[in-house]
């Protein structure tokens, strides 16, 4: 089975793990939360930091959440995370969802939020996560669509980031609209029973508005996604600083609202 042949777009630069850090069940992993009871063992695929990570552990305690991810220094986060929680039913390791390094049917649900948009092949990812999933588990899936994405007022410039985001991704092997290509990509790694839903971020008060539009302003120009924007001839650096500026703008504005829509599968093994 072929390792990953995509590139992170994000990278983990704090911009972006600031991002990361706000996710909880709650709010990035609602669909799921109703299949999950005491006792069940969890595959939390690209954890990051660990914030919903942790939230899975509390839910199926006492059961064993292995949360994997690519890259070893977020991983480190991720156990700190679990740590100041107090959770001793999480284990780590560092894992590629193409060659998960697990026997078949080793645990009852696996998950994986925004990963599937950055993988090189994620029918192969979906087929790899079934085969570690237990008969009658299931395979839960959650992913933005960046082609979606709306907001308000109009700014020509946030057009031009979103249209320089799905090149830069896209480059890079990966499918910044994957949200709406969920249910096909189940169906193609043979899952039969299915239920595909959609849910939404939204931020629109005045702290979510700063919030967001500063993550992006920075993550425009000083994360990895920046550094791959100018060396793939996407964009100057002149136009990046303008984007970010773009993004401030935004956030300025009292009215300024922005949708993040997302697709969500439950895939019954």
Not at 61 to 76: F, I, K, N, R, S
Not at 107 to 113: G, I, P, S, T
Not at 211 to 224: I, K, N, P, Q, Y
Request: net charge negative; with cysteine; proline share 4%.
């Amino acid at each position: 089975m072929p390792k990953e042949t995509a590139v992170y777009t994000h990278g983990h630069h704090e911009s972006v793990l600031r991002s990361h850090r706000w996710r909880t069940a709650a709010n990035s992993a609602a669909y799921l939360i109703g299949e999950l009871s005491p006792g069940l063992d969890v595959l939390d695929v690209g954890c990051g930091p660990g914030t919903i990570t942790a939230d899975l552990a509390e839910l199926v305690a006492p059961g064993q959440v292995t949360a994997v991810d690519t890259a070893e220094g977020v991983l480190h986060q991720a156990r700190g995370t679990a740590a100041g929680r107090g959770l001793d039913n999480v284990r780590f390791a560092v894992a590629d969802v193409h060659a998960l390094d697990f026997p078949d049917d080793s645990f009852d649900v696996v998950h994986a939020h925004q990963v599937l948009q950055h993988v090189g092949d994620p029918v192969r990812a979906l087929r790899e996560m079934r085969r570690v999933c237990r008969p009658g588990g299931i395979v839960a899936a959650r992913d933005s669509d960046y082609g979606a994405f709306t907001w308000y007022p109009a700014i020509p410039a946030l057009d031009e980031w979103q249209h320089l985001y799905q090149r830069v991704a896209r480059a890079n092997g990966g499918e910044p609209d994957a949200g709406r290509r969920l249910l096909s990509g189940a169906r193609a790694a043979g899952f039969t029973d299915i239920t595909a839903t959609a849910a939404t971020w939204c931020f629109a008060t005045p702290a979510e508005r700063a919030w967001w539009s500063g993550l992006w302003a920075d993550r425009t120009t000083a994360s990895v996604y920046a550094k791959l924007a100018v060396e793939g001839g996407h964009a100057s650096a002149g136009q990046l600083a303008a984007i970010a500026d773009a993004w401030r703008e935004w956030g300025s504005q009292d009215d300024a609202w922005f949708m993040v829509p997302h697709g969500e599968v439950i895939c019954r093994a």
